[in-house]
């Protein structure tokens, strides 16, 4: 199937797109998104691999009471964890274009 130049090659392929991959994932560390909810009453700024960095609360908010208040919390958490996975997918699926991979496997990638 594959001649010792041709395997060779497709071994060095590999590496590199391996080596795009760790330094895209690198990258998307630092990446930050921010959800929201409550129309904007809780915002939640967090990094693409899952740190959370600043949570803000309107001061309105906080005169709703406790129950209001931790699923505006919640809610904006689940934002910012779909607007992560968006991002994320965005940038490592652009690694299996291209790859003529059979359905389902480009999900390996990500």
């Known amino acids: 199937m594959f ?3 041709g395997l ?3 071994m060095k392929q590999a590496q590199q797109m391996q080596d795009k991959m760790k330094k895209a994932q690198e990258e998307l560390a630092s990446v930050e998104v921010q959800g929201e909810s409550g129309a904007g009453a809780v915002k939640i700024i967090a990094t693409c691999n899952h740190a959370v960095k600043r949570v803000i609360i309107e001061d309105d908010s906080l005169l709703e009471d ?3 208040l931790e699923d505006l919390i919640a809610a904006a958490m689940n934002d910012t964890n779909k607007k992560i996975e968006t991002t994320t997918q965005e940038t490592m ?3 299996t274009n291209g790859l003529n991979l059979p359905p ?7």
């Open 66 to 68: 406790k129950e209001m």
């Open 104 to 110: 389902g496997m480009g999900d390996i990638f990500k």
């Open 93 to 95: 699926g652009a690694f």
């Open 3 to 5: 001649g010792k130049a």
């Open 8 to 10: 060779g090659n497709l």
